[in-house]
């Protein structure tokens, strides 16, 4: 008679090609008055929940997920923990985007048509998702993030492999450090994954090693998150490619959400990028964000700007987990 000793319902979505796992049920009670304050506890306390879902047997080095949570800020629906391979995030914007889409498609929210609104407590801060809704399937996604800023211009950093590279630190959501491949003699292909991740790696840590980072309003936003690599347009339609290396190496197969948001307030920011017109950002695997810049806006000292994440999503899977009582691996194991 099998005897299990944890017992978790998921239904696993992708944005683009980037996995999203979002817990239905298992959740233990998660205390704090903030959802930073949440987060703190569920890293201290039960990371064994984040390690039994991102890890192998069951997940991946570049598996990423997701807990909703009761709301902690006036107004949102919802508060969200994103979790990965390295830890938990700030803000996910290919998260947003796939928890939009499975909200309404199950019926979890009321729905709307043409548009459904739902209101996310992320540890960035409130994020806005309209969910596109024609009555009988949930559609495209598009997120208002939260202010987004260049932190720090022209960061020179040397890495062993690279040598000299040049790029900013843009709070989009996350912080990201980004750079153009073509600094490194790369461009943004899939058979070229493995120096990307390599640039990536060595970039975050020469800046994490030269740079010292601190969200101006929020004490809780002080990590460098990933590298954020762009180039030409690996395919038509896009205004240029790009591949975010973030927490252990991890690579998004999305064009990445909040580095998206970075990317257009930084060009906005830098005078090359109109109020309001649609940016198209590719990924790695070929899969699409249209953004915008809506609004400039001052975060503390910085200049920033407002933007709008448009993308799609769709349900991949319904996953029962389960641990016997004798399993090996209760928190799995990490290969890269």
């Known amino acids: 008679m099998l005897n299990f ?13 980037e996995p ?8 233990p009670p998660v205390p704090g008055s903030t959802i930073l304050e949440k987060r703190a506890w569920l890293k201290e306390y039960r990371d064994d929940l984040r390690q039994f879902l991102m890890n192998e047997p069951r997940g991946h080095a570049d598996m990423y997920g997701a807990y909703l949570l009761p709301p ?36 979890l929210v009321e729905r709307q048509a043409p548009s459904t609104r739902i209101r ?13 809704w024609d009555g009988r399937k949930a559609g495209e996604v598009t997120f208002r993030n939260v ?19 040049t790029g900013d630190i843009v709070f989009g959501g996350a912080f990201y450090y980004y750079i153009n491949s073509a600094q490194a003699g790369l461009d943004i292909k899939p058979e070229q994954v493995r120096a ?20 101006p309003l929020e004490p809780g936003l002080n990590e460098l998150y990933g590298t954020v690599i762009d180039g030409a347009p690996n395919r038509a339609g896009v205004d240029q490619s790009n591949v975010c290396v973030f927490a252990d190496r ?53 200049d920033g700007a407002i933007t709008e994440v448009t993308g799609s999503a769709h349900i991949s899977g319904f996953n029962q987990w389960v641990l016997e009582e004798d399993d090996p691996f209760p928190t799995g194991f990490f290969f890269r």
């Open 5 to 17: 000793t944890r017992t978790i319902q998921t239904v696993d979505a992708h944005t683009g090609g």
């Open 20 to 27: 999203l796992r979002i817990l239905l049920s298992g959740m």
């Open 72 to 107: 902690t800020t006036p107004g949102s629906d919802f508060g969200v923990v994103f979790i990965h391979n390295e830890g938990y995030s700030d803000m996910c914007g290919h998260g947003i985007i796939a928890l939009g889409k499975v909200l309404v498609e199950l019926g």
């Open 120 to 132: 996310f407590d992320a540890p960035a801060g409130l994020i806005e998702a309209q969910v596109a």
């Open 147 to 165: 202010p987004a800023f260049i932190y720090r211009r022209d960061v020179e950093v040397e890495t062993p492999s690279f040598g000299k590279i």
């Open 196 to 215: 990307l991740i390599q640039l990536g790696a060595e970039t975050k840590a020469a800046v994490k090693a030269a740079i010292s980072i601190q969200h």
């Open 250 to 302: 991890e690579v998004d197969r999305s064009p990445t959400g909040t580095g998206t948001s970075g990317r257009a307030a930084q060009l906005y920011l830098r005078g090359q990028l109109p109020l309001n017109q649609p940016y198209f950002n590719g990924s790695l695997v070929g899969s699409v964000f249209k953004v915008r810049v809506t609004e400039a806006v001052q975060v503390d000292e910085f």
